[in-house]
């Protein structure tokens, strides 16, 4: 019996875009969505990557990201990302950073493209991406880079502003609500 949850044909698919500050849950609720639902999951930062040779560290990508946005590529970058998802199959995306990246997401799925705007406070975003920073001054380093500047200006744009504050799977249930609302649409 198929899935209640999951798009029942092509034309009912729909498309999910993360946002947040760094450490909000973006990669987890993406990559949730992949496994438990079947979506595709696609991140801008490996199109940026494959795109213009970037290597995997997070200042280089941040730098290369910026001088993307700022070189008038964005446009070029969503177009490549959109260019990888297969048509009629749902889709979670990972990383959303700049009103523009909404813009051609809703262009090129309208109705069915979807923003989740993650947030969460501080001290767990830190401890969530503590790995990769040694310090909580590298931390928010990171997190004043150019390239982060504008996540906030995409919470006005969400469907949905999730608080990722507590346990994965408290995140993973705010996640299924989502996509049962989703019902009209799937």
């Known amino acids: 019996m ?4 999951l798009p029942r044909s092509p034309s009912e698919l729909i498309v999910v875009g993360f946002a947040g500050r760094i450490g909000a849950g973006k990669t987890a609720a993406a990559k949730y969505l992949a496994s438990a639902y079947g979506f595709q999951y696609a991140r801008y930062s490996q199109i940026l ?8 560290e997070r200042a280089q990508l941040q730098k290369v990201g910026w001088e993307t946005m700022e ?9 490549r990302l959109i260019g990888k998802i297969e ?14 990246d909404f813009e051609k997401l809703f262009s090129a799925f309208g109705t069915s493209f979807r923003l989740i705007f993650l947030e969460a406070p501080l001290e767990d975003r830190y401890s969530r991406a503590r790995s990769s920073f040694p310090t909580l001054s590298a931390f928010l380093t990171a997190e004043s880079q150019p390239v982060e500047r504008q996540i906030e200006r995409l919470s006005s744009l969400a469907n949905l502003t999730i608080t990722n504050g507590g346990p994965l799977k408290a995140l993973h249930k705010q996640i299924d609500s989502f996509i049962r609302s989703c019902g009209d649409f799937l």
């Open 71 to 79: 070189g008038g590529l964005q446009a070029e970058l969503n177009d």
């Open 49 to 56: 990557q494959e795109w213009r040779g970037t290597p995997p």
């Open 2 to 5: 198929p899935d209640p949850l």
């Open 87 to 100: 048509r009629g199959r749902s889709a979670a995306i990972d990383g959303l950073r700049h009103p523009v």
